[in-house]
């Protein structure tokens, strides 16, 4: 495998500034590829906070103060799922200390640090530092060496490479963009739907029927009209971009103030859309704009099209306010891409009417069936808000919208909006429901089935669909999955599920779904060759989003569980774990020379070693002599796969092994 599949996007270099006679500062500066970023000190969770660690002669020298760092971004992590502070491109961290004597000092330490990009985190790395003043050398900072005269080096864990060594990782693509242009396209043919957009149709294109026997006119301004309305939309959120700016944008998404305040707004705009009130601009601005219409030529469709967009504010509102919201990720470009598609959307049936006139007579007449589009979107306001709440409450570790909490809460709206359509529930504008026509009779079976999807979440359900709109699964008070694995053990008494000892760490340590490993690599290896069972490893990390994913929508399915745990022995390594071990277990290791103290540093360094790969999640199917079975798989979500590549590795280990 290519060297390159190590990654290493954070580089640090050192130097120091005399201040006074016996006073210096520590200059700690780190360079940070595109892309990445370098975690601040100022976070609650270490790893992937930042942390300096000091040592040599402390009688010689003496700290003054904390380690200093510059000016941090901080906005929401999908990551982590919370609000972090960290660097982009560069940091520097300052230390200022004061020597105690004239004597040649060394002031040497390790600093921890943790990266990420958008998709993927690394495990957090040491790194070794020395300073040294008054004429010393640095051979001072050396590390000891063990009361033998040598540590114990890296462990090798493969004996036969030749799967390695056809072995190529693709790495994933980030498809935001254009996942926003659809949600934003989405939402523009939703806008149309609203009952004070929809009648506005035969109404604008009206305008466009004046000439009748100048129709190449009218057809040069019916696009005219519909490159207007782009325009109008997609300048609004440019300038949003461009005189709002950056930090204002990961403020607006993060901060627990602007959450609340859209879930609120959510919930006043889905009270005007149930009928409790009307939200409508100034009848002066609509006025003004309306004369300027009456003028031909360019200036009289771009006006036209300035009226439908203020006059469709009251329903087309929500809809763009959720639009650049979700826009709002820190750059200039996502705005624009955001209004643009729904901008597109929304103009098509205008600026396609007003090319085709004699087609408005082939359309549905408006009526009581707008107005249960208008309820129904209000549901989907009211249910999408919650979303805004729910980030403000992981942020600041309110505890008020638990999984189980938020789930109840949606079961209810949906319910709500189920019976709304069967005509059980009427609000103030609703005409009454005669009959059930079948496209509304479809829309009832989705919410309802919705609904019924809903429900087993509450008792611990993974729901793989929803992982992006809820909660944390930790946050659920109730998972009867795990409770009935611990009375089934309870009750026979199993504690090992077929391993041969007690796992080492297992205190702090675990597996998810009840499954039974080790975290040791020596103990796992000894386990395998005694049941003479295939090893399945498993690269993690506490703080692995992917490794979360993998977990919960391939590892969850039952042909996958059922292999794991009747066909394999796993070994699970957490390469970002800061338990220290004792230092007869410390690894000198062979790839950086450095020693490695905790159960992560010793995984990351194994992995690097013998793989030349530092991210994760990473499996690796292996024969208990060290032979690699199959080709190892790195994050992807299609199960069948991962059935096909736990099945080759049985059968590639019993070609060896026998049964």
Known sequence: MARSQVLDPVKWSYTHEMTGENEAVLIFRADIDTHWHLYSQ??????????????????????????????????????????????????????????????????????????????????????????????????????????????????????DKSVLEEMKIKELEYSGILELFIFAFLAGLAAILTPCVFPMIPMTVSFFMHDGDKKSKGKFQAIVFGISIILIYTIIGTLIALTLGVNFANWLSTHWLPNVLFFLIFVVFAASFFGMFEITLPSWMINKSDKRAEKGGITGPFFMAFTLVLVSFSCTGPLVGTVLVKSATGAWLEPIIGMLGFSLAFALPFAFFAFFPSLLNKMPRSGGWLNSVKVVLGFLELALGLKFLSIADQTYHWGLLDRDVYLAIWIVIFTLMGLYLLGKIKFAHDSDVKFISVPRLTFVLITFSFVVYLIPGMFGAPLKFLSGYLPPAQTHDFDINAIVRENVRLVTGDDKSGICEASLYHEFLHLPHGLEGYFDYEQGLRCAKKLNKPIFIDFTGHGCVNCREMEANVWSDPKVLKRLQDDYLIIALYVDDKTVLPETDWVRSSVDGKLKKTIGSIYADLQIHNFNINAQPYYVLMGHEGDILVKPRAYNLNVDAFVQFLDEGVEAFREKYGE
Do not use: W
Not at 58 to 66: M, R, V
Not at 101 to 126: A, F, H, K, Q, W
Not at 133 to 141: K, P, R, S, T
């Open 42 to 159: 100022d976070i609650p969770m270490a790893p992937p906070a930042t942390t300096f660690h000091f040592e040599g002669d402390t009688a010689l020298y003496e700290l003054l103060g904390a380690v200093s760092e510059t000016e941090t971004i901080e906005e929401f992590d999908p990551n982590f799922d919370m609000v972090m502070k960290f660097f982009a491109e560069e940091a520097e961290f300052r230390q200022v200390v004061r020597l105690l004597t004239d004597e040649p000092v060394v002031i040497s330490g390790y600093l921890n640090y943790m990266c990420c990009d958008d998709t993927r985190c690394l495990p957090p790395t040491d790194v070794e530092f020395a300073f040294a003043f008054n004429g010393a050398g640095l051979q001072a900072a050396e590390q000891p060496v063990s009361k033998d005269g040598e540590y114990r080096s890296t462990t090798e864990v493969i004996r």
